[in-house]
């Protein structure tokens, strides 16, 4: 027999199991792969809950907060109680502003 047409045989066979090694090795690579993405997700998506929760609850306690100071800058009561004469003076100079842009009576205009 001529040697270039010997039996290709054991050569595609020892070609054929290089490569199915190969690909099992690329499977699994890609099975490692895929699986290390799914867990750096899963992680990625719990720690954004939380950081989500935390910035809710912190949004919801300044709220509060706020309505609660509102609430106390126009208790009325409560300034009435603590500086009385304060309230008494605020009371006089805004009804004697008031009273400057309220045009007078017509009958006081012939008068004067």
């Given at each position: 027999?001529?040697?270039?047409?010997?039996?290709?045989?054991?050569?595609?066979?020892?070609?054929?199991?290089?490569?199915?090694?190969?690909?099992?090795?690329?499977?699994?690579?890609?099975?490692?792969?895929?699986?290390?993405?799914?867990?750096?997700?899963?992680?990625?998506?719990?720690?954004?809950?939380?950081?989500?929760?935390?910035?809710?609850e912190?949004?919801?306690?300044?709220?509060?907060?706020?309505?609660?100071?509102?609430?106390?800058?126009?208790?009325?009561?409560?300034?009435m109680?603590?500086?009385?004469?304060?309230?008494?003076f605020?009371a006089?100079?805004?009804?004697?502003?008031l009273?400057?842009?309220?045009?007078a009576?017509?009958?006081e205009?012939?008068?004067?």
């Amino acid at each position: 027999m001529h040697p270039q047409l010997k039996d290709p045989s054991p050569r595609l066979e020892e070609t054929h199991s290089s490569l199915s090694d190969k690909f099992e090795t690329m499977e699994h690579d890609v099975r490692e792969m895929v699986q290390g993405a799914n867990e750096a997700m899963s992680s990625t998506v719990a720690s954004l809950k939380e950081a989500v929760s935390h910035t809710t609850e912190a949004a919801r306690e300044s709220v509060h907060d706020t309505v609660e100071a509102v609430r106390h800058a126009f208790d009325l009561k409560h300034h009435m109680k603590r500086h009385p004469w304060a309230i008494l003076f605020a009371a006089v100079v805004a009804g004697y502003i008031l009273s400057c842009f309220i045009p007078a009576r017509a009958s006081e205009h012939a008068r004067a």
